[in-house]
Every structure is written in C-alpha cells, then in structure tokens.
C-alpha cells in the first residue's frame, strides 16, 4: 500500500526504462541536488510528519559494535584496533587502526558500486572516484543526515509467525511476494520518503553461532536476503524509498538467485542487485542493521513505524559508513 503525498513529480520506473541510451533504468540527472541520490525523495513535510512516530520516546540504537562482526562474512573486513593512550596522567586520548567503515552496521554510498555497463551514478568519471574526491562520497549524507520515517517490515516474525522461519543457514532468497505478505499482515503502509527497514533475524542468528560456525557461514558465501528481482528494484523505486535498509550481510541474498535478471549487466557482482540500486537508481543500502529490539518493541505496540536519523561519518569521498541509525518510537 501507498500513501499519496505532495512530493516532487519522478517519471515510474517503467519510464525510467524508456530513457535513452546509458540513461535506460537509472534516475541521472532527474534530482535537484546530484550527488544525494534517493534521499531527495524526503520532502520538509514527509520530516515534519514523522515525528508523529513518536509516541512514547523511546529511543534505539540500530548499530551493533564495531567489532561485533569478527569473524563475519567479509574475508577482508576485521575488526578495527582501538589503542587509549596519556601524555601525562590527566590525560587520556584513543585512535582506531584498520576501522573497516562498512565491517558492520552501515550504510553504502553511491562510489560503493559502479555499474558494469554504464559506469558510477550520474556519470561519475572513474577518475574521481578516488581518495579526497567529493564526488558521491558519504560526506553528502553527514553534512544534511537522512531522517525521515522509518518503516519496519518483520520478516522474521511474519515467518515465524507461519511456523516457517527464515531459512538463514542456506541462504534463503526473500521475494518481493514475501515483504508484501508481511506488510499487509502488518497493515503497513508506505509514504514517498520513507526509509524502509527488512529484519530477517539473520544478524542475531550469525552471531549466536559458534566461531567454528561463523567460519564455515563465512566460508560458503551463503547469507539470506532480498532476492534478486527487476521488480523488486521497481517496487522500490515507484513507492519512492528514501533508502533500503537490512539486518543481513548484503540486504540481497548470497549467492544471487540463479535467474537473476542482472547476470548480464552486472558480472561482477553475478548477478547481484547492488549495481541497479546504487550506481543507476541512487539507491543508498543499509546492511547488518541492529533491528532486533526495536522490532520486538513495535510488536508489542502494533505500530511499525519510527522516527528515523542516519548520519554516516563526515569523511570526504568514503563510499560508506557506519549508519549511527537512531529511532524514536
């Protein structure tokens, strides 16, 4: 379900298909301030309603601790090293080595992917997409944060609910038929600008198992998520989401599903959706979101909206950042 709302006019996604040349199936060009992405779909008034998601204050963090995800399901991204150190002893300061921005909860900027066929958003030249460049970097989401509604789809409670839960231990692909079930069995609906949240259960799953566990998880490159659709990329885009969020490793499902209609476009990522979302829609993603309270909280409420800040880090030209997601319920 959707809500009308005085927003801005943005051509369907079956139009945005009708573009020409390199601009078929992306938003170039179609945003007043380039560089923000789908976080231009947030208007003053979509801000200014949702603090009507406050109903009793209560406040939650969504990020898991830096280093929870150590092992996790990147091979390369460890844990970072806090180091306290004194020059004197009323002095106490600290620096961390090998911070990983995106080794757990984070938010993907639009230079984390560059499409295979048409390159990174709005054209992007590759050459700028470098250290200390500004162009799409993470710095456009700190300097004016996204806040907005936040709206919380239980996947993981919906299937559990069914006596079926989410099968994480294969990896199971989550179809767009299966959000839209759990919404209406929520009675949720969307408004242009909302932020959307998946919880899976796969976070507090993975990190419930033992390290022999993690590593073999690790090891066959398995993790459930959202499977790997044109509709799915469509859906999102036609109800205009601010940003996709998920309590997984990749917000898609791993490996992608084998008819995956991006195998063609986007070989480097077999398959995966992240090219369409990021570098041709301006589609930031959430990954590893600490959504487990909160979503326990709001069943017991009944209502599955919050009010929602995301401020990544202020670094110049990062392709992601921890979220620092805060919701108030």
Same mark, same amino acid.
């Given at each position: ?14 139009? +945005? ?64 090293? /806090? ?39 709005? #054209? ?31 996947? /993981? ?10 099968? /994480?231990?294969? #990896? ?70 601010? +940003? ?32 369409? +979302? ?52």
């Amino acid at each position: 379900m959707t809500e009308s709302t005085d927003t801005a006019t943005y051509p369907t996604f079956e139009r +945005l298909l009708e573009r020409e040349g390199g601009l078929a199936g992306t938003s170039w060009g179609l945003f007043p301030e380039p560089d923000r992405g789908t976080p231009s779909f947030i208007a003053q008034d979509a801000i200014l309603r949702a603090k009507n998601c406050i109903r009793s204050g209560a406040v939650f963090g969504l990020d898991y601790p830096a280093d929870a995800f150590d092992p996790g399901m990147s091979i390369r991204r460890t844990a970072p090293r /806090h180091t306290i150190y004194s020059s004197h002893p009323a002095h106490r300061d600290d620096y961390v080595d090998g911070y990983y921005l995106q080794g757990s909860t984070q938010i993907d900027g639009l230079r984390h992917r560059r499409a295979d066929d048409v390159g990174f958003y709005n #054209g992007t030249p590759d050459a700028r997409i470098t250290e200390g460049t500004p162009d799409l970097g993470i710095q456009e989401w700190a300097e004016k944060p996204i806040v907005s509604r936040g709206v919380l789809v239980d996947l /993981h409670g919906y299937r559990a609910g069914q006596g079926n839960p989410v099968d /994480h231990a294969n #990896g199971e692909p989550l179809s767009l038929a299966l959000i839209q079930e759990a919404m209406e069995a929520q009675s949720l609906s969307i408004r242009p600008g909302d932020v959307l949240m998946l919880h899976t259960g796969w976070c507090e799953w993975f990190l419930a198992l033992s390290l022999e566990k993690k590593q073999r998880a690790r090891d066959g490159r398995r993790a459930s998520g959202v499977a790997q659709s044109q509709e799915f990329v469509a859906w999102a885009w036609d109800h205009q989401l601010a +940003l996709v969020a998920a309590d997984n490793f990749a917000f898609e499902c791993l490996p992608p599903v084998p008819d995956s209609p991006f195998l063609h476009s986007a070989p480097n990522d077999r398959g995966m959706m992240h090219q369409q +979302l990021l570098a041709k829609l301006g589609m930031p993603l959430g990954e590893l979101w600490r959504l487990g309270p909160l979503s326990r909280h709001m069943q017991t409420t009944g209502n599955w909206d919050a009010f929602l800040s995301i401020k990544p880090l202020n670094i110049t030209g990062g392709t992601g950042s921890p979220a620092n997601a805060t919701a108030v319920v």
